[in-house]
């Protein structure tokens, strides 16, 4: 035995040597002139990675919860009117942010768990009234559900609403054109898709989401989250000048830096590729194995995770066994469901090896849970799509 | 040449080979048991480091301007009275932060910047209003200022105000005894006398904050700073369940739990007393030199970090020599003095070494800024210190 387990959950994920390296160097000063050209460097690579040449990055030390909190404080006023499009548990965390800092939320909801509004509902809420931002989640990270992003965003820019994208579980992994699909605000964090240790909350605002943010009347009510400090900074990193607010992680983003480098030598569509190739392959084997998934069609299912219920007369202790067969998974997140199904993350630098190491695991799983299929039939279901 | 300098700022700062390699080891999950257990030591090694045995620990990603948020953001209901011992920028800052979340807020100034205000000052500041807390900042870290805490904080205590001590700079290098010096809230950032690079806000909330956190009658302003998150999940840690709110950052709570063993292996004592006499033999050097501090007088100095003035003809560029000659050094950071002193952080893990490695440095650096010294003299004077 190794004496470690794959992580396969959706964040953290499984980091390159090279980011791991990255993360163990020796630290330097916020502002030497290497780490301000690292920093500089990563700001730009985000542009490319978010596909959002004209936005404005900034990298803040927190997780992709504060991304979250983030966005909403800067561009919310105490009265704005915002909409939130609800695929489950962090659509439910972004209304509760947005009230936070005095939005007036209206929710539209997912006919089920496991779904997504559909387009037409979300169309008639943007008519009904005025709404000053709209938030999507990309991919619900609790059940795995993934939106027509791409048309979403447009009924927002239709209807002159700011598109705000919560791709905490989507950036660098599913896919996303910021700029050309019209959203003026996407968020993730650095252990997803991104593929850096947690610690990093990253965003890229469109020209219209800093916009209104000059334009608020009334300070924001998040100290620590504030534009109006942070902006100054990256603006500084970005021309190669030192500058200060808080520490900034000097380790994590230059770990980010690396990272963002080596998702670029891949490229933004053979990344989307694969994702989805990897992805199809894990669910190809899931459903081989008789196992139901919590979206309720395939056209719902994110590329970046999936969540499988358990099957008949298994529960939890299926997750034990996996791992102790080599592959650390997920238990459920959304209230309703948590104990009937789990969660596998395969986003990132996760590789076809990963991929099928993950269901030998669940296979042997099952199989102590006394549950009956065929050996192997799973693996075979994932590498018939791996070898075409 | 190594092609690497000591870091000698007042944070980020060196760090040990143990906790770096923690920050590189391949990251696991936020509730895998090994992570739980971790966790869950860090915050118990955390209440023995700030001397705080009843308190309560918050570990969260984020920097230090943070951890003052996070304590704003909880103490604070709009219209509460506080009073900020002054002792300069990072002070002004904490004036700002309160007064974010609604405080009217009372200064006591310093008298001239390398001061401190008098205690008479601030006993009278106290007697006059009643305020629900007061903050001091224990080691200004833009001017190496140090306080008496212990008596400051006495102070606050007998006329009932929350005492709320920045000891971003101090904590676990300067002496500061949380519970016994009646302190209700201390916090700290991982990349300073902590020994863990940048990303991390730490505090210790004693009984008598989390009560008034408690009987707070409005929400919290700020979502991601919010105990009514945090706190059940810095509870599950610490009872080594699994939790969820935001991901922590764990490959530097991992870092932080290695660091902090090897401060407790030390012991609190015995770590005050080296950064005495380490700071006692490096203001010694740049006395031995000719060099001016900005604290008025020796029981206004810190022992983390040192702020000499350049001498006559000297200025900015002494940095990036002493950089050439092998140490990174600090420019000034208060907005009034900044072109006219430098900082040097010697804190943390720091060696005898270290400080004449610094000392060897700076003296290259004067010497090449024409600067007229017998070579060797503050490298003497250290020494002698050093060898008693």
Redesign the interface.
Known sequence: MKG?QL?M?P??I??TPEV??A??????????PDFIQVFGQALEQLRQVFLCPHGQPFVI??????AM?IA??NLIEPGDQALVVNTGYFSDRFA??LE??GAAVTQVQAPSIGDAPPLEAVEAALKANTYKLMTITHVDTSTAVGVDLQSLAALGQNQGALVVVDGVCSVAGEEMHQEAWGIDLALT?S?KAIGV???LALLVAGPRAMEAFRRRKS?V?????DWKEWLPIMEAYQAGRPS?????????IWALNVSLGQVLEEGMEARFARHRRLSEAFKAAITALGLKQVPVSPNRAATTLTAPYYPQGVGPELLGRANAAGA?L?GG?HPAIKGQYFRVGHMGAVSASDILATIGAIEQGLAQSGYKFEPGIGLAAAQSILTQ
Do not use: C, K, W
């Open positions: 470690r992580l959950i964040g953290p499984e980091f791991l390296r993360m163990g160097m020796s630290t330097t000063s916020h502002v030497a030390a927190g997780s992709g919860t504060l909190d909403a404080a509760t942010i936070r800092y964090a252990q240790p947690p610690g300070p009510g998040n100290y620590y989250a200060y607010f808080g520490t900034p992680p000097v380790n994590l650390i997920a997140l």
